[in-house]
Each structure stands twice: as structure tokens, then as C-alpha cells.
């Protein structure tokens, strides 16, 4: 009896295992595991067998949607070794938009359920789904893992319910052919590079996502969105690889959701004409408001606010009549619109020309950068008490003397605080001049103008009203803390252009400079006021290079130096890497892939960046590249060879590194540096 029970029970097991390939993981790459399983018996009205490829993700790990956007690839399913299999229908769930160092991605993390559907060739005979998934997942590494999926199906398969369950579930998610959801017009603007769709939807919109599938040729960024009643406006900007790019009668297949909403619908692109969008642009007297409030508000940024002091400290001295105080004031405030202006005929001519705009293009010139650092830094040492200029007594009264005596000199305090105030991102400032440079050249003019009203505005407020600085505080012992003040605020100033110039002067040179800028000050306050002071000035500055750090975080996308062109590139050669280095050369290895998030990162934040784009530039080195974009066993053993499942992997050989040195995953200028000095 009980061996009769032993065996029923073993053959229920069989029958179990025989409809789920169980769970799959690779050796090398234990994070991600994958299933397939089948979901009840063969369905005698659509003639397929429904199924359940299962994928779980441990930790942070992701994987693609079919669309998987600017950095990623889709999960592949080569099936074409199956047996009575005549179809495969793979039904994608919603995905994710995820960023991850400056990149979009779309797809899935956790765990995710993809339904599917087998169609057999002939339902009474026996059918085998034989498939190799090919799935890529990625945090800061990727990798790209095959999984051999091996499913005999069983027309008479019992229905499992928590697999049905699974499998509904996932069905759920899965968008649905338009029923709700009409297309409207969906146009291309060539010149623009944008595309617009626009959908309907009776029961107007809630919070929608758009996602349109890539195709051969175009990858869709994320769109900008706007409604009005009950359409709904997508657009979009289309990075191609393609220099003649044409979307014009393309069908493009979009998806939509939004509550209890997820469907998909195709429709032709049009050519044409696209307005400015609805939500993207705000109109002109939101935006001179959002010009005339990010200019004053860059008078308390640290760049501009000692100069500011400066000039209220100097007209505090002495009694002044009102002509005295507004004459200065007035000078000031428009030598900071007439570097305003100026920017605005610079930003126009670089319009013209068709260079790329950002605001504080300037601080991408180290001449530039370098005499802002010499101008603040004396100041600011000035400030400290190390020296004092002075102009022989004759010629300061002939100054004082002359027509207009001064006159030039407060003009250039107002141009010289307009310098400093670029680089500083204010709150508002950036939508001002976003839209700026994306209108006509008047409004272009308009804006900038108001900007400069902005920051102008608390100097002609003390012209107006000369009488307000007698409220001010009578020159005292006060002062000298709040010279101190300043001249902490000009030094943090300072050291943060000195960081700009890092990767120009290089590291010990930078370092030695910082040194002395922090030093001379202590020891200016150590000589003058005692051990006490020096305390207290330490802490100060300490200060300053937090706020120094803070600055430099949030305005670095403002003044980070452009890529450099493509390094010439040598496919990966594993056998030639031993004979360049017994020719005394060098070799950079890359492995790399167009889905590779952390390597686009790589490549955009160190490789094609000084110094190590111009170390690799050397003709002493030799660039080798692996493309692991798609399947190559090559790349994938060398991977094995050295330890590694995944991507980036980069390595440095050389006569001094003869064995080769792998770097980290997230690389950085110094390490790579340093190997390739090694390597030597």
C-alpha cells in the first residue's frame, strides 16, 4: 500500500517538474534567477499553451523592458531550436523609468512576471520549448547572463493556482490594445529633433506616462507632458546615430497609463512645424519675474556678496553728502548692466555661429578661471591684512582731481560682481536664461536686461534713497570682523575656482596653491590677533570650504569642460597585448557596452576627460576595446579568465605592469593615472 502511495506521489512530482524548468541562476552571477514555467493545459480554443517566464532581481539589481531607452538592451529569447513550436508571444508588463548618472533607462527591478504564449504546430503532437534567454542586469556593473530554458509541454498540464494566480496577475499589468485612448496628431519636427503625440482621452488625465517604442534608428528621451481638457501632449527628443534622420510616415507604437489606465496604440508620424510646448515654456512675464528675482538673488551668492560690502564698507567712511553716495552707486549698477548686456550680445553671437550655450560658459576657459583666481585671491589677501596697495599721494590726487575722477573704477566693481555672479546658480536663474536663449534675439535681450535689473537693484535702491546707508553702522571695531567676513567669503571663492583649474595645473600644483591660500590668512591672523583668533579663523574657513563644496556640487553641470572626440579605438586583441608590451608600449583595455549604464559614465566622466584622455592620447599607448553590446564568447571567457561576471572592467598593462592592473568599476582620474604611470 504505502509503496503504491510512494509511487503516485512520485509521479505527481514528475508531472510537476516536467510543465517548470526550475529556477536558473548562473554560477558567476548568483543576483538574478529565472524561470519558466507552464500555466494549465493547452487552450483548445486559441490552440496555445500560456506560460510564465519568471525573473528575480536581489538588491538593486535591474533589467530592461523591450524599449529599454538611452542606455540599456532589451532581454532577448532565441527559440528557434524548440520542437512543434510555431510561435512565441512575449508580453511585456509597464515598466519603470529609472536615472542612474545622468542616463534613462526603462524597465524593471525586483521581481518581474512576463506572460507568455507558445503556439504548437500540431496540438496532438508532442511539443518541446527549447530557448536560450539572453538577459541583461545592471547596478553599477552589468552584466549579460544566458539562461538554457528547456520546457516539454503537456497539452493535459493541471492548473496550478498560485502559478495562475502569477500568471493573472502579471497579465494585469500588461497594456492592453486602445479601447479609451484615441490618437490625435503626432508630428515631427526635423529641425527641432522632436516629436509630438498627442492622445485623447474622455475621461481626461490624472498623472500620465508616455513611452514610445524605440526603433532601428531612434531612441525617445523622457517626454515633457501637458494637458488641456482631455488631450494630452507628449513630446519628445530623439537621439539617433543617424545624421538624416526622418521620423516623417514612420508607424510608431506608444503607451499609455495613467489610474486604472494602461494601453498601447500605433499611429503615423506626420511632418511639420512644432510650437513651443505648452508646459515647457513660461510666458515672458513669468519669466523677466523669474529674471528680475534670480538677479537680486545672486547678490547674497558668496561671489557677489563681499563686493557689495566692499562698496557700502567704502561709502561708510566718512561723512558723504547724497550726491557722494548715489554718484558711486549708480556707476556700479550700470557696470553691471552693461556686462549683462554684453553676456546678451555674446550669448547672440554664439546663437548665430550655432555654438552650444550654458550659463557660465566662460568658466569653461582655464585663462579665464585664472585670472578670476588671481583677482579674488589678491583680494581677498588684501582683505586679510597681507598687504595694502597704495597709489603714490600724486597720483591720487590727480585721480581725485580730474573730471570724472573715479568713474571707471566703480564701473568696473559693478562689471567685476557680474563676472563672479555667473557660475552661481540661483534659484529661478536657470529658467530665466533657458528661455532666453531659446526665444528671439529682443526677448533673448529682454531677459538679460531684466537680470541685470535684478542684481542691480539694491545699489539703485541706495541711490534712490542715499539716506538709508546713514542707518548703516558708523565705521568701528565692528568692521575689522566683518573685513574678516569678507575676505573668508572671497577666499572660499577662490579656492573654488582654484578647483575648476585642477585638472589643468594638475593635483600637487593645486594642492600646494590651496595650501597657501589657507595658511597666509592664519598666519596674517595668528600675527595680529593672538592663538585665540586663530582658533576662531580656522573654524571660519573650515566653513567656507563646506559652502565651497556646496557651490561646486550644484553648479558643476555649468562648468564641466566638453568631451574630447573619440579615442582611436582597437578591437580587443588578446594575443597582441603580450607583443606591444614587449615592444615597450603601453595597453588600455576597455570592456564596454552601448546598455552599459556605468560605462557610459566611465567614458563621459574620465576617459574622454583631461588628464586621462590626454595620458591615453599618448603614442605610447595602445586602446583596445571589447563590445560586449551583444553575446561574444571571446569577451565572455577574457571576462572569466580575469574574475569578472560583469561590466565596466578595465585594465592597464605595460612593461612595469606586465601581468596588467584591473582598475574599479566606477573609475577615477587619479587611479587610472596611476596605472598607467606604473605601467610604465
Known amino acids: 500500500m504505502y509503496r503504491l502511495f510512494y509511487f503516485c506521489l512520485l509521479l505527481v512530482t514528475l508531472s510537476a517538474q516536467a510543465t517548470d524548468t526550475g529556477w536558473l541562476q548562473a554560477p558567476d552571477h548568483p543576483p538574478v534567477q529565472v524561470r519558466l514555467v507552464q500555466n494549465g493545459p493547452l487552450n483548445e480554443a486559441t490552440g496555445q499553451y500560456a506560460a510564465l517566464l519568471q525573473v528575480r532581481l536581489a538588491d538593486d539589481w535591474k533589467t530592461y523592458w523591450r524599449s529599454p531607452g538611452e542606455g540599456g538592451i532589451a532581454p532577448k529569447l532565441d527559440w528557434q531550436t524548440s520542437q512543434n513550436v510555431q510561435a512565441f508571444d512575449w508580453r511585456w508588463p509597464l515598466p519603470e523609468r529609472f536615472h542612474l548618472l545622468g542616463i534613462e533607462t526603462q524597465g524593471y527591478q525586483h521581481d518581474v512576471n512576463f506572460p507568455v504564449y507558445i503556439t504548437p504546430e500540431k496540438r496532438q503532437a508532442p511539443a518541446t520549448f527549447n530557448a536560450t534567454l539572453t538577459l541583461p542586469s545592471c547596478t553599477t556593473i552589468c552584466v549579460l547572463t544566458e539562461y538554457q530554458l528547456t520546457l516539454p509541454l503537456q497539452a493535459d498540464a493541471p492548473l496550478n493556482e498560485t502559478v495562475n494566480h502569477d500568471f493573472q496577475q502579471a497579465l494585469s499589468q500588461v497594456p492592453r490594445p486602445a479601447t479609451l485612448v484615441q490618437a490625435g496628431d503626432w508630428r515631427w519636427d526635423a529641425e527641432k529633433e522632436q516629436l509630438a503625440i498627442r492622445l485623447l482621452h474622455d475621461a481626461g488625465w490624472s498623472s500620465p506616462k508616455v513611452f514610445v517604442d524605440d526603433t532601428d534608428t531612434a531612441v525617445f528621451s523622457q517626454p515633457q507632458l501637458s494637458t488641456t481638457g482631455n488631450q494630452l501632449e507628449a513630446r519628445f527628443t530623439v537621439s539617433s546615430w543617424d545624421p538624416e534622420l526622418n521620423l516623417h510616415d514612420q ?118 578661471i585664472g585670472f578670476m583666481l588671481a583677482v579674488t585671491a589678491l583680494f581677498s589677501l588684501n582683505l586679510f ?119 589643468t595645473l594638475g593635483g600637487p600644483i593645486s594642492l600646494l596653491l590651496a595650501a597657501l591660500l589657507v595658511i597666509l590668512p592664519l598666519w596674517s591672523l595668528l600675527r595680529r590677533h593672538g592663538m585665540r583668533a586663530l582658533v576662531f579663523g580656522a573654524a571660519g574657513i573650515s566653513l567656507a570650504g563646506a559652502v565651497l563644496g556646496g557651490v561646486a556640487l550644484l553648479t558643476q553641470e555649468h562648468w564641466v569642460t566638453p568631451a574630447k572626440p573619440e579615442l582611436p579605438w582597437q578591437p580587443l586583441d588578446v594575443a597582441r597585448i603580450e607583443q606591444e608590451v614587449a615592444a615597450g608600449k603601453r595597453v588600455f583595455v576597455d570592456i564596454t ?14 576617459i574622454q576627460r583631461d588628464p586621462v584622455y590626454s595620458a591615453l592620447s599618448k603614442h605610447d599607448v595602445v586602446l583596445m576595446q571589447g563590445d560586449w553590446t551583444r553575446p561574444d564568447p571571446a569577451i565572455t571567457d577574457y571576462l572569466r579568465a580575469h574574475g569578472r561576471a560583469g561590466i565596466p572592467f578595465n585594465q592597464v598593462f605595460g612593461p612595469g605592469l606586465p601581468e596588467g592592473r584591473d582598475l574599479e568599476v566606477l573609475l577615477t582620474s587619479d587611479r587610472v593615472i596611476s596605472a598607467l604611470e606604473a605601467a610604465q
Open 593 to 606: 557596452a552601448d546598455w552599459c549604464i556605468t560605462c557610459k559614465a566611465n567614458k563621459v566622466g574620465v
Open 251 to 368: 508607424q510608431l507604437t506608444v503607451t499609455v497609463a495613467d489610474d486604472s489606465l494602461a494601453e498601447e496604440l500605433s499611429a503615423s508620424v506626420t511632418q511639420g512645424t512644432l510650437a513651443a510646448a505648452a508646459s515647457s515654456q513660461p510666458g515672458l512675464l513669468l519669466v523677466l519675474g523669474y529674471a528680475l528675482l534670480g538677479g537680486l538673488i545672486l547678490n547674497i551668492m558668496p561671489c557677489v556678496l563681499p563686493v557689495l560690502g566692499l562698496k557700502l564698507n567704502t561709502l561708510l567712511l566718512g561723512e558723504r553728502s547724497r550726491a557722494q553716495v548715489r554718484r558711486p552707486l549708480l556707476l556700479s549698477a550700470a557696470g553691471i548692466m552693461l556686462s549683462f548686456w554684453g553676456l546678451a550680445a555674446f550669448m547672440l553671437f554664439l546663437t548665430w555661429s550655432g555654438a552650444q550655450l550654458g550659463w557660465g560658459i566662460q568658466f569653461q576657459q582655464p585663462g579665464f
Open 385 to 503: 591684512g597681507l598687504f595694502e596697495i597704495r597709489l603714490p599721494s600724486a597720483l591720487s590726487t590727480w585721480l581725485a582731481t580730474r573730471p570724472g575722477g573715479g568713474n571707471s573704477s566703480h564701473l568696473l566693481q559693478g562689471m567685476f560682481a557680474t563676472l563672479l555672479a555667473t557660475p552661481c546658480s540661483a534659484p529661478f536663474l536657470g529658467t530665466a536664461v533657458a528661455a532666453a536663449l531659446a526665444s528671439s534675439p529682443l526677448i533673448l535681450i529682454a531677459i538679460f536686461t531684466g537680470l541685470g535689473l535684478g542684481m542691480a537693484l539694491p545699489w539703485l535702491v541706495l541711490a534712490a534713497f542715499p539716506g538709508f546707508v546713514r542707518f548703516m553702522p558708523r565705521p568701528g571695531p565692528w568692521m575689522v570682523k566683518v573685513k574678516w567676513l569678507f575676505g573668508l567669503m572671497l577666499l572660499a571663492t577662490s579656492l573654488w575656482l582654484l578647483s575648476l583649474l585642477s585638472a
